[in-house]
T-cell receptor, first 111, second 111 residues
Framework: SQKIEQNSEALNIQEGKTATLTCNYT??????LQWYRQDPGRGPVFLLL?????KEKRKERLKVTFDTTLKQSLFHITASQPADSATYLC??????????FGTGTRLQVFP | DTAVSQTPKYLVTQMGNDKSIKCEQN?????MYWYKQDSKKFLKIMFS???????INETVPNRFSPKSPDKAHLNLHINSLELGDSAVYFC??????????FGQGTRLTVV
């Protein structure tokens, strides 16, 4: 069966450091992958999208990589800030009508 | 204007009751979804509607039924509510491979 796993339940880092979150998948061939941020009591908010033929995407302090051979995506937040503390979700799409989410990683950035 | 709005935000009801959650999107998107987020924060897809046609129906009990009167609305009806139905339900919409936009969520508590 399809599985999408994200690293650890919580990631704690110090302000200013780079946070790296992992998304691994099995039994799946996504056409593209998305990353979302979710704050407590709110719905997920879209951050970035990367297609299967793209290796890397950047947006301000965010960077996403996509390795279809390793079946893995890495999500980096550089110069992290306490305001970056949230749960981050990866989502895979094969067909445009089916968006499947990973288990999520909670990031805590300490001052 | 809220892009995806769902009501109510909170719903407390007794076992065995029938309830509905409404969702509306003003983005002109073709695809709408219902997700269930359990206590472990895992976001599980329940239904997806594309142009008013049900295109996926994950393994959810048939007590749950989506109803789409038009492209902008996707309501969720739940019959004979059970304790295990307690969760946060999110409505979302998307267009093609672009970002999905989520509603604020409906916290359902069955007592």
């Amino acid at each position: 069966s399809q599985k999408i796993e994200q690293n650890s339940e919580a990631l704690n880092i110090q302000e200013g450091k780079t946070a790296t979150l992992t998304c691994n998948y099995t039994n799946y061939s996504p056409a593209y992958l998305q990353w979302y941020r979710q704050d407590p009591g709110r719905g997920p908010v879209f951050l970035l999208l990367i297609r299967e033929n793209e290796k890397e995407k950047r947006k301000e302090r965010l960077k996403v990589t996509f390795d279809t051979t390793l079946k893995q995506s890495l999500f980096h937040i550089t110069a992290s800030q306490p305001a970056d503390s949230a749960t981050y979700l990866c989502a895979l799409v094969r067909n445009t009508d089916k968006l499947i989410f990973g288990t999520g990683t909670r990031l805590q950035v300490f001052p | 204007d809220t892009a995806v709005s769902q009501t109510p935000k909170y719903l407390v009801t007794q076992m065995g009751n029938d309830k509905s959650i409404k969702c509306e999107q003003n983005l002109g998107h073709d695809t709408m979804y219902w997700y269930k987020q359990d206590s472990k924060k895992f976001l599980k897809i329940m239904f997806s509607y594309n142009n008013k046609e049900l295109i996926i129906n994950e393994t959810v009990p048939n007590r749950f039924s989506p109803k789409s009167p038009d492209k902008a609305h996707l309501n969720l009806h739940i019959n004979s509510l059970e304790l295990g139905d307690s969760a946060v339900y999110f409505c979302a919409s998307s267009q093609g491979d672009r970002a999905a936009f989520f509603g604020q969520g409906t916290r359902l508590t069955v007592v």
